[in-house]
């Protein structure tokens, strides 16, 4: 069974950054899309950030895009995400999750498109 942990969450001030690390364990994780939501209190999951198993394609949230980067390292099994410029409403929960397909696909953005997901890193931002 696949397991998704991520690491990096934290309190931070606006303006400041965070990397966010989403460990797999397994030896299939090249090949599949790989991606990040978050979940605010109140709010539902969302979308934030893919990346397709080679890292050719990457798709952001129009709300981080320009902010945010994800990457991926295949040699570790780990994706990332490096989040800059933070605003008090990036707080949440974020998470890592598998994309439910193998191989070369397009990207996914949404929550139903993912079967394997990690418990989450609070991410706070405070003004």
């Known amino acids: 069974q696949v397991q998704l942990v991520e690491s990096g969450g934290g309190l931070v001030q606006a303006g400041g950054s965070l990397r966010l690390s989403c460990a797999a364990s397994?030896?299939?994780?090249?090949?599949?899309?790989m991606a990040w939501f978050r979940q605010a209190p109140g709010k539902e999951r969302e979308f934030v950030a893919a990346?397709?198993?080679?890292?050719?394609?990457?798709r952001y949230a129009d709300s981080v895009k320009g902010r945010f980067f994800i990457s991926r390292d295949n040699a570790e099994n780990t994706v990332y995400l490096q989040m800059n410029s933070l605003k008090p409403e990036d707080t949440a929960v974020y998470y890592c999750?598998?994309?439910?397909?193998?191989?070369?696909?397009?990207?996914?953005?949404?929550?139903?498109?993912?079967?394997?997901w990690g418990q989450g890193t609070q991410v706070t931002v405070s003004s």
């Open positions: 999750a598998r994309d439910r397909r193998m191989g070369p696909i397009a990207i996914d953005t949404s929550m139903t498109g993912y079967d394997v």
């Open positions: 397994g030896r299939t994780f090249r090949e599949y899309c």
């Open positions: 990346i397709t198993r080679t890292g050719s394609d990457k």
